[in-house]
Nanobody, 122 residues
């Protein structure tokens, strides 16, 4: 019933930027803390960033601090991830979801969407 649709990925050179979007439906988006997750080839899915329901607090994994910015538009039910200064190690499929406990929880509330591919390569 709840749908999460990620978009905005693509191929970008190192140092470039992308903005990812996560469109939600089937739930009251504005009451949930939301986060971004990613999964690189051959690796487990990992938490990237999160934002509280009204946007008051954000948190990021150390490797993306200073480069990524998470935001949300509750009026449009959309979660965003602005990614700057991209590195090859950022290459992964990016997903959105709602962490269950702390902002950095690896456990999530909703069914996973298809994700959006981000490839950082020269």
């Amino acid at each position: 019933q709840v749908q999460l649709v990620e978009s905005g990925g693509g191929l970008v050179q190192p140092g470039g930027s992308l903005r990812l979007s996560c469109a939600t439906s089937g739930t009251i988006f504005s009451i949930y803390t939301m986060g971004w997750y990613r999964q690189a080839p051959g690796k487990q899915r990992e938490w990237v960033a999160a934002i509280t329901s009204s946007g008051e607090v954000t948190d990021y994994r150390d490797s993306v601090k200073g480069r990524f910015t998470i935001s949300r538009d509750n009026a449009k039910n959309i979660l965003y991830l602005q990614m700057n200064s991209l590195k090859p190690e950022d290459t992964a499929v990016y997903y959105c979801n709602a962490p269950t406990g702390s902002l950095s929880s690896e456990n999530v509330v909703f069914r996973w969407g298809q994700g959006t591919q981000v490839t950082v390569s020269s």
